[in-house]
């Protein structure tokens, strides 16, 4: 099955704690993308990726980091420096701007 | 700032009617794409429109392209209790690397 993958689908953090969320696809699609959706809000843009080895910092990109070593695998690391990621976490992917395919979701508590 | 916006913020209707959400946007645009997104998971692309088209149908859905007053509709028709979800739009602007979603409308069928 083609498709985009998150996991875990829940995740704790404890404070001062880094915590990676993954995101993997195999649609073959150049650009990957994280969001961040706060309750009753829509997405806000953290990092995306048009192309493996390159990343461009999105709207809110502070206290998080991300790696494109593999064309399917986009992981955001969620560091200390963000002090407020209680949240959830959404990863896309697309032939660039063309119609974004998103995974289920991370949802990111902080013990 | 957000490119796009809905209106309204939230729609409760009885099952069987139409439902119509508006998006407004600011910057002229490549195409114009609406998501759904169920409580919890992650967004399901619906639809897209460029800018060179006025009308687009899909099913029960229909939308609409107004790029002299930018703005674009949604109109779901004969609705069903799993249309039940929170509807975005997320336009694609000339010269930007990424989309920019809006903050959504949620919309809510009653049985």
């Known amino acids: 099955d083609g498709g985009i993958t998150q996991s875990p689908k829940y995740l704790f953090r404890k404070e001062g704690q880094n915590v990676t969320l993954s995101c993997e696809q195999n649609?073959?699609?150049?650009?990957m993308y994280w969001y961040r959706q706060d309750p009753g809000q829509g997405l806000r843009l953290i990092y995306y990726?048009?192309?493996?080895?390159?990343?461009q910092k999105g709207d809110i990109a502070e206290g998080y980091s991300v790696s494109r070593e593999k064309k399917e695998s986009f992981p955001l690391t969620v560091t200390s420096a963000q002090k407020n990621p209680t949240a959830f976490y959404l990863c896309?992917?697309?032939?660039?701007?063309?119609?974004?395919?998103f995974g289920p979701g991370t949802r990111l508590l902080v013990l | 700032s957000q490119q796009g916006e809905e209106d309204p913020q939230a729609l409760s209707i009885q099952e069987g009617e139409n439902a119509t959400m508006n998006c407004s946007y600011k910057?002229?645009?490549?195409?114009l794409q609406w998501y759904r997104q169920n409580s919890g998971r992650g967004l399901v692309h619906l639809i897209l429109?460029?800018?060179?088209?006025r009308e687009k149908h899909s099913g029960r859905l229909r939308v609409t392209l107004d790029t002299s007053k930018k703005s674009s509709s949604l109109l779901i028709t004969a609705s069903r209790a799993a249309d039940t979800a929170s509807y975005f739009c997320?336009?694609?602007?000339?010269?930007?690397?990424?989309?920019?979603f809006g903050q959504g409308t949620r919309l809510t069928i009653n049985p």
């Open positions: 896309a992917s697309s032939k660039q701007k063309e119609t974004q395919y």
């Open positions: 649609l073959n699609h150049d650009a």
């Open positions: 910057t002229s645009i490549n195409n």
């Open positions: 429109i460029r800018s060179n088209e």
């Open positions: 990726s048009q192309i493996v080895n390159d990343f």
């Open positions: 997320a336009t694609d602007a000339w010269g930007a690397q990424k989309l920019v």
